[in-house]
């Protein structure tokens, strides 16, 4: 097999000579990668001629070589290179020995006119035929397959003595030394993927479609890559070749590995520094701010916002806070100053600073808006994801403010910046945001929408993002909440709840979560579920002043829904704020002027406690009106006090009203496609229903009809528990507060009634309960599922 081998590559060496010499086209082109046997070509060529061989960049000039024929081994690491359009006419014969990737400027037309023969790898390599006549039909196909034709691979494979250490040795001394770093990496890249590479595949055919070598040349790579990765002058070119494969990262490593931090830092900032989680995704981003040493986190901006970033995106606001700190002292976290000292900080670490608001405990004022709008004009037109994110920045202001109108507006030009950056992570937190908003108006059919563009958005992103995967989970499962489906909903809120909220969060994302989340699970489990999930968010959240506030009023709602109002009176009074209760029974135009997300909570939760305490009392409607019609309410907030005054306009025997108030609202719901603010509203809906003057006019339009059907399949009765055991409302209404603990006096006090009347009242409620005693009757009242 030895003999023949050796006949065959002669035989091989032979025929591309001749080839050369007798070519009718003055130029001819060797052009094949390391170890198909060009330069070996040239070599033998040049001492058949008596000639020598020109090895350079640039091509040879008339001083340079006066043989009749030219040879010119062009460097493995030349780009681009032009031929002289002299040599087609002068009648000398031109060999050019070059890589597939060095672009020969020339040489198209050269061939074009006639001029030229390009002899590729095709050409190079034995053809099966070749093969067969030297080894037979039978052992042909074998060394096709194991080499692709590659000369020196068939007289090494057909050798019985070859072994896999040889062929490594073989590959990656004769053949992988003189690869260019590029092709280098190419290759690593390739066998890492076990398969071909998307580029360069038809450049590279004996390399890549040769299967008996695959073992060796993963070995031959890994040997000649990690010999010039030990090379720190090496680095730079092998980083460059990583980079240009789109393998960001890696380039950024090698860099780090060798030592050179000062370019792998260079390498960082090219590729947008904190902006990086956002193109290559947090597993990169961690590995790559884990290869700077600490005492960059003290000194560059670009890494210290970059592990900043990375703080935040963990949920670690106060950490984020003390990196900053750390590098440039206790100002860099009062906001106001950072932006407007544009001596001391550039605009980059302002606007970065800027986006840290979205996370923090900070109360937006017009100054900072005004500050904000400023840094816009520092950065041009086309600084796309600088000037996103202060649209992004500002966009949580006006959530905060209730300004949804302006809110998107400001989410459309965010959402075109990043759109234009090509970064569709940044537009699927846009959507996501656009999706909210709508939800917290009341408006599903909307937010449905954007949750679809949300999907599509986050399919985009080329690597795994679990925390988003979740976002864009809890989203979908509101916006079938609305529809009247929990069950999404509740599976999240089971599986996925905990590692959400150990994730990034920012505070309308946390309101947002608090709403639907607690009253799912209030409504689909029960009070103690829903009082449990907000505790696990107080623990979260512990240092988070605006969050506490949020999660106190919702505690205080999921009370009021499990009927127990005088526990949530007690969470409402302990809450240090402006906004009391003795505030909201005495303000009725202040209501309309509200403006604070927090005070405007705080003041529906307490005028919500009083409408079920006092429908009765003097002014009420006054009020729910005044607070109907402030422009900073949600939408969701309105509908619930459009009920409210339904609700009260019944107890002052005003039907007509209470009719009107209850068919428009359920009008508005049909139409934003909601039913979950509805659905908290049970307490005053199950006597709006209940009541048969009301409950049949509703059935005399489609839209009402539809919103009660929907209502009353997810557990809305006709008629309450209370009235099914014959018991009248101011007895149901009397036993749940003996039932928290409320003293005669209490109740007399909140009912407005005399001690006389509360006394009264409960022997009735006794008698019908078969009781003497308080213990007795809240026994009774738990048996017969009045109370939980």
């Known amino acids: 097999m030895a003999d023949t081998s050796h006949k065959a590559i002669d035989i091989w060496r032979d025929e591309i000579l001749r080839r050369i010499v007798t070519a009718a086209e003055p130029i001819v082109v060797l052009d094949a990668v390391a170890g198909m046997g060009k330069s070996t070509l040239l070599s033998q060529l040049a001492s058949h001629l008596q000639c020598r061989i020109w090895r350079s960049a640039r091509p040879p000039g008339e001083e340079d070589t006066s043989d009749d024929v030219l040879l010119w081994d062009v460097p493995t690491d030349t780009q681009e290179v032009e031929m002289p359009a002299i040599w087609q006419d002068e009648g000398r014969r031109v060999v050019i020995a070059k890589r597939p990737r060095t672009r020969l400027f020339g040489l198209d037309r050269a061939i074009a006119y006639g001029k030229a023969l390009c002899l590729g790898a095709a050409d190079i390599c034995f053809s099966r035929g070749e093969l067969e006549a030297s080894y037979g039909r039978t052992e042909a196909p074998r060394l096709l397959t194991e080499t692709g034709g590659w000369p020196f691979l068939v007289g090494l494979h057909s050798r019985s003595s070859r072994d896999e250490a040889t062929l490594t040795r073989f590959l990656a001394n004769d053949v992988l030394n003189e690869t260019a770093d590029f092709e280098l990496v190419q290759l690593s890249l390739a066998q890492q993927a076990a398969r071909s590479p998307a580029k360069g595949k038809e450049a590279v055919p004996a390399y890549l479609q040769a299967s008996g070598i695959a073992g060796a040349l993963a070995a031959a790579v890994d040997m000649v890559l990690a010999g010039r990765l030990g090379d720190s002058a090496r680095v730079p070119a092998i980083s460059t070749a990583y980079a240009a494969h789109g393998m960001q990262t890696e380039a950024i490593l090698v860099l780090q590995q060798a030592g050179l931090h000062e370019l792998a830092v260079r390498a960082f900032v090219a590729n947008f520094g904190r902006y990086y989680i956002f193109f290559h995704g947090s597993e990169a981003f961690d590995r790559v701010l884990a290869g700077f040493p600490a005492e960059l986190a003290t000194q560059h901006e670009g890494i210290v916002t970059a592990l900043a970033m990375q703080a935040l995106k963990r949920g670690e606001v106060l950490r984020a806070q003390r990196l900053l700190a750390d590098c440039y002292g206790s100002r860099a976290n009062n906001v106001l100053k950072v932006l407007s000292d544009r001596a001391a900080f550039s605009a980059a670490f302002r606007s970065f600073r800027l986006v840290m608001l979205i996370y923090e405990d900070v109360v937006l004022g017009d100054d900072l808006l005004e500050q904000s709008t400023t840094l816009l004009s520092e950065f041009p037109l086309d600084a796309d994801l ?64 954007n949750s679809t563009d949300a999907a599509e958005q986050l399919s985009r992103v080329p690597f795994d993002s679990p925390m988003d995967a979740r976002l864009l989970a809890l989203l979908q499962a509101c916006v079938e909440y609305e529809d009247g489906k929990p069950e999404p909903l509740a599976r999240f809120l089971t599986s996925e709840m905990d590692d959400f909220s150990h994730g990034e969060i920012w505070p309308s994302l946390i309101e947002f979560a608090l709403q639907y989340g607690s009253q799912a699970l209030s409504e689909h489990f029960s009070m103690i579920a829903a009082r449990g999930f907000l505790d696990r968010w107080r623990a979260y959240q512990v240092y988070n002043r605006q969050f506490r506030l949020m999660i106190e009023v919702r505690d205080a709602v999921i009370l009021q829904n499990g009927n127990r109002w005088q526990e ?50 003097v002014h009420l409607d006054r009020q729910l009106a005044a607070l109907a019609s402030n422009l900073n309410l949600t939408g969701r907030q309105r509908l619930c006090i459009e009920v409210w005054q339904a609700y009260v306009a019944r107890r002052r025997h005003n039907l007509t009203s209470a009719r009107a108030i209850l068919q428009k609202t359920f009008e508005n719901a049909a139409r934003l496609g909601t039913i979950a603010p509805l659905s908290e509203e049970r307490q005053f809906l199950r006597e709006l229903t209940g009541d048969r003057r009301i409950s049949d006019f509703l059935q005399t339009t489609p839209t009402s009809q539809q919103i009660l059907r929907r209502l009353r399949d997810t557990g809305l009765p006709n008629t309450t528990l209370g009235e099914k055991n014959g018991l009248t409302r101011r007895e149901t209404r009397l036993l749940l507060m003996i039932a928290e603990g409320a003293s005669n006096k209490f109740i007399a006090h909140a009912l407005g009634l005399s001690e006389a009347t509360v006394k009264f009242h409960l022997g009735n409620l006794y008698r019908k309960l ?5 213990r007795e009757a809240i026994i009774a009242a738990k048996a017969l599922g009045v109370i939980s």
């Open 386 to 449: 600088e000037r996103g994110s202060i649209y992004n920045s500002i966009l949580e202001f006006y959530i905060r403010r209730r300004r949804f109108a302006v809110a998107q507006d400001i989410a459309d030009r965010a959402l075109f910046h990043y759109e234009r950056a090509g970064v569709p992570l940044l537009c699927f937190y846009i959507n996501l945001h656009q999706a909210m908003m709508h939800l917290m108006s009341g408006d599903a059919v909307r937010a449905r929408k």
């Open 568 to 617: 949530a009176a007690e969470k409402l009074a302990a809450v240090q704020a402006r906004i009391n209760r003795t505030w909201v029974e005495a303000a009725v135009d202040e209501l309309t002027r509200l403006q604070d997300r927090d005070e405007i909570a705080l003041a529906v939760v307490w005028l919500r406690h009083i409408v079920f305490e006092m429908p009765g009392r």
């Open 770 to 774: 078969g009781c003497s005693r308080r």
